[in-house]
């Protein structure tokens, strides 16, 4: 089993307001989970209106796939034109 996991961090320059980056948060990941039926959600700073904190894990059978599949991930979610990515990190573990 490997996983792999992420941490990806938006900049949310013209927002001005927790509201806003609500709506941008909610509509990446719900895009992001419609296209690739992943695991994601926002998990820090979530009182901070300037960046979005956002992680997603996948599990798979081998480092490759699971490597491709991040890589699409960040290429969708930077496409998407909501929000640049500021920052990601990125992990894979193998059990």
């Known amino acids: 089993m ?3 996991v992420c941490q990806v961090v938006l900049a949310l320059y013209d927002n001005g307001s927790l509201k806003g980056k609500r709506s941008v948060v909610r509509r990446v990941i719900q895009r992001t989970r419609n296209r690739f039926n992943i695991a994601i959600a926002e998990v820090a700073d979530n009182d901070v209106h300037e960046h979005a ?3 997603f894990a996948i599990i798979g059978n081998d ?3 699971i490597n491709s599949r ?3 991930i960040l290429n969708f ?3 998407l034109g909501d929000a640049p ?3 990601h990190d990125f992990e894979i573990v193998s059990y």
């Open 70 to 72: 991040v890589d699409k």
């Open 85 to 87: 990515i500021a920052d």
């Open 77 to 79: 979610i930077d496409d």
């Open 63 to 65: 480092r490759s796939f």
């Open 2 to 4: 490997v996983v792999g």
């Open 53 to 55: 904190v956002l992680g």
